[in-house]
C-alpha cells in the first residue's frame, strides 16, 4: 500500500523521524557552537519557544523560565545574550534522543524527544546543567521543516544559576 505520492506509509513515517532527527541535530550544533544568531531560524515567524518545571507542566500552570511568542522575540533574546548579559562563559553540549512522533494532523507533525545538556566552564568539570524533554510541534514550510512551538520541559526543580542560553 501507497500513498498518494507513491511512497508507503512506513516509509513516510522514517522520513519525517529523519527529518525531525536531522533538524533537532542542526539546532544543538547551533546552539554548542555558539551560533545564537541561527537560533531563531529553526522557528516559524509565530513560532513559540517556552521552558517550564514539569510539575508546572504536568499540573497544566502556565508559569515558564522563558516563554517566548515569536520569531522576534527570540531575535531579542539572542540580542541580550550576546550583547548585554554578563556571566561566566561556559560551553554546553546537547544530546538529543530520536524523536517519537506522536501525531500527524493538518500538516503539523506532533513529536517529542529527551534532552540533556552539559554545562562546561573554562577549566572545570562538565556537569549536567538540564534534562527534560521537547514537546515539539513541527510544520513544514518552504520544503524546510520548522518549529512551530517548542516546550523544553526541564525535570529538575532546580536550575543551576540563571538559564542564559537557550535549552
Not at 527529518?19 to 551560533?35: C, K, M
Not at 508559569?63 to 531579542?76: T, W
Not at 512522533?101 to 513529536?111: K, M, R, T
Not at 572545570?124 to 513544514?140: H, K, L, M
Amino acid at each position: 500500500m501507497t500513498t498518494a505520492s507513491g511512497v508507503s506509509p512506513e516509509l513516510a513515517s522514517l522520513l519525517v523521524h529523519h527529518a525531525i532527527d536531522r533538524r533537532n541535530a542542526a539546532y544543538a550544533a547551533a546552539l554548542d557552537e555558539r551560533r545564537f544568531d541561527d537560533w531563531p531560524a529553526f522557528f516559524t515567524e509565530d513560532g513559540q519557544y517556552k521552558v517550564q518545571a514539569r510539575e508546572n507542566f504536568d499540573r497544566g500552570l502556565p508559569l515558564a523560565l522563558i516563554a517566548l511568542e515569536s520569531r522576534g522575540m527570540m531575535k531579542d533574546r539572542v540580542y541580550g545574550i550576546t550583547q548585554t548579559i554578563y556571566h561566566g562563559p561556559y560551553y554546553t553540549r546537547h544530546i538529543i534522543s530520536p524523536a517519537q512522533v506522536l501525531a500527524e494532523d493538518n500538516g503539523v507533525v506532533h513529536a517529542q524527544a529527551h534532552y540533556a545538556v552539559f554545562r562546561t566552564r573554562p577549566g572545570d568539570a562538565s556537569e549536567v546543567y538540564n534534562v527534560g524533554r521537547y514537546i515539539d510541534q513541527w510544520v513544514e514550510q518552504g520544503g524546510v521543516l520548522l518549529l512551530r512551538t517548542r516546550t523544553c520541559v526541564y525535570d529538575s526543580e532546580m536550575v543551576l544559576n540563571s538559564l542564559i542560553y537557550p535549552v
